[in-house]
């Protein structure tokens, strides 16, 4: 059964850090490209990042260009997005996926920027 659980979220100051964190289990983490996926409130989910399977290159929604890196742990099959500067329009449900629509995708992390 194929297992995303997110964790990491957090209401976080504009300007402030956060890590978040992707468990993965079910399928061979190793073989996939994954993905970052947010859905801000009202709207809909949009792509943020990917990373390849052998995480020597990644890739960036414009929006998160400069502040957001991905990263990957072959030996603990996990996936992260490390997130700096951030602002209020961050906001969102913050999605971890293996495919590029996003359709297999966990059920999500809250991160709240704000004060």
């Known amino acids: 059964q194929v297992q995303l659980v997110e964790s990491g979220g957090a209401l976080v100051q504009p300007g402030g850090s956060l890590r978040l964190s992707c468990a993965t289990s079910?399928?061979?983490?190793?073989?996939?490209?994954m993905y970052w996926f947010r859905q801000p409130p009202g709207q809909e989910i949009e792509w943020i990042a990917t990373?390849?399977?052998?995480?020597?290159?990644?890739w960036y929604a414009d929006s998160v260009d400069g502040r957001f890196r991905i990263t990957r742990n072959k030996r603990r099959n996990t996936l992260s997005l490390e997130m700096k500067q951030l602002k209020p329009e961050d906001t969102a449900v913050y999605y971890c996926?293996?495919?590029?629509?996003?359709?297999?995708r966990g059920q999500g992390t809250q991160v709240t920027v704000g004060s």
């Open positions: 996926a293996k495919d590029q629509k996003g359709a297999a």
């Open positions: 990373i390849t399977t052998d995480g020597d290159s990644a």
């Open positions: 079910g399928f061979i983490f190793n073989a996939y490209v």
